[in-house]
């Protein structure tokens, strides 16, 4: 079956490293996506891995996928007060075309 | 075009009426999909269209949930006879091109938060 699992609280110093994990199970997943949630806004792609690499660096942002084990993760580094929101793993089974996605990672950044 | 649309933003209702919710996606996007997200949880799939053509429901859609896409543009979700446990963030999603891009991205409205007392 489909499913996406996420930790659902992270809490950080500002200037830290921080790192959200995610685990999938289908494996015939093509795409795994990074989205941030603000309060009161809409989704917004931060990031996204095809299934084939294995790391991808887009400025503070580094995602990590280890697709024997099925797991993702996202790293920000020099994380800001501005970071602070609900990060959700999504995963984008091509067969079906509909994302699959995780509860979401409350991130908390402390100044 | 400044992005996936979406009316209202809030409705309030008392269970037992209908509802329906308006989304307008970004205007070259042929597929649209709806989801449902309540508090504390991810979003979850609820249909899709490529164009007109409704391809998938999730079992999710009771038959008192229909959504239209009647000229591939535009497209509506009805709730008849809502239920408290309908009160959620519904929220819509368009993507471009047959391929959809190379990576796919969805493009979310901000949503419409329906409570229904």
């Known amino acids: 079956g489909e499913d996406v699992e996420q930790s659902l609280f992270l809490s950080v110093r500002e200037g830290d490293s921080s790192v959200i994990n995610c685990t999938y199970t289908?494996?015939?997943?093509?795409?795994l996506y990074w989205y941030k949630q603000e309060p009161g806004a809409g989704l917004q792609l931060l990031t996204y891995?095809?299934?084939n690499m294995d790391m991808k660096q887009d400025q503070r942002l580094t995602v990590l996928l280890n697709k024997k084990d099925k797991h993702l993760s996202l790293r920000i580094a020099d994380t800001q007060t501005g970071d602070s929101a609900i990060y959700f793993c999504?995963?984008?089974?091509?067969?079906?075309?509909?994302?699959?996605w995780g509860l979401g990672t409350s991130l908390a950044v402390n100044p | 075009d400044t992005g996936v649309s979406q009316d209202p933003r809030h409705k309030i209702t008392k269970r037992g009426q209908n509802v329906t919710f308006r989304c307008d996606p970004i205007?070259?996007?042929?597929?649209l999909y709806w989801y449902r997200q309540t508090l504390g949880q991810g979003p979850e799939f609820l249909t899709y269209?490529?164009?007109?053509?409704?391809?998938?429901k999730s079992r999710l859609l009771s038959d008192r949930f229909s959504a239209e896409r009647p000229k591939g543009s535009f497209s509506t979700l009805e709730i008849q006879r809502t239920e408290q446990g309908d009160s959620a963030m519904y929220l819509c999603?368009?993507?471009?091109?047959?391929?959809?891009?190379?990576?796919?991205?969805?493009?979310f409205g901000p949503g419409t938060r329906l409570t229904v007392l």
């Open positions: 999603a368009s993507s471009g091109g047959l391929g959809g891009g190379p990576y796919n991205e969805q493009f």
């Open positions: 205007s070259e996007h042929n597929r």
């Open positions: 269209f490529q164009n007109e053509a409704q391809l998938e």
């Open positions: 289908d494996s015939s997943s093509t795409y």
């Open positions: 891995i095809f299934s």
């Open positions: 999504a995963e984008y089974a091509g067969n079906n075309r509909k994302l699959i």
